[in-house]
């Protein structure tokens, strides 16, 4: 599995062809801040969401510190998926090192 560190991925999403951004966290934490561009598809549901998903597009998965986005992520490599990349530290590091005005929890 590939890993982005937030400036990484801000590179990524200023070019021509961004990747998906799939956000694993909770509904509560995803309206508390949150990737401009990013699907929720809480943790529990990504198997539910998963066949939807095209399985040779670029997937950035997002959590809050980078946990729960790697478990996501190794199950989605698992079920085939050949691009996938997990956000190292989630929305926090993003916060710190790419957007301080996001609002942190």
């Known amino acids: 599995m590939r890993r982005f560190h937030p ?5 990524r999403l200023a070019s ?3 990747p998906l ?3 694993v966290r909770e509904p509560w934490e995803f309206e508390r801040c949150r990737i401009a561009g990013s699907r929720l598809v ?4 990504v198997p539910e969401v998963a066949p939807q ?10 959590c809050h510190h980078g946990i ?3 478990q996501v992520a190794l199950y989605l490599e698992r079920l085939g998926f050949a691009n996938v990349i997990n956000l190292e530290g989630g929305v926090e590091a993003w ?5 301080p005005a996001m609002p942190r929890y």
């Open 7 to 11: 400036r990484d991925l801000a590179a």
């Open 16 to 18: 021509a062809d961004p």
């Open 21 to 23: 951004l799939l956000d």
């Open 42 to 45: 809480p943790m529990r549901r």
């Open 53 to 62: 998903l095209d399985p040779e597009a670029e997937v950035v998965v997002i």
């Open 68 to 70: 729960r986005s790697r």
């Open 95 to 99: 916060a710190r090192e790419v957007d």
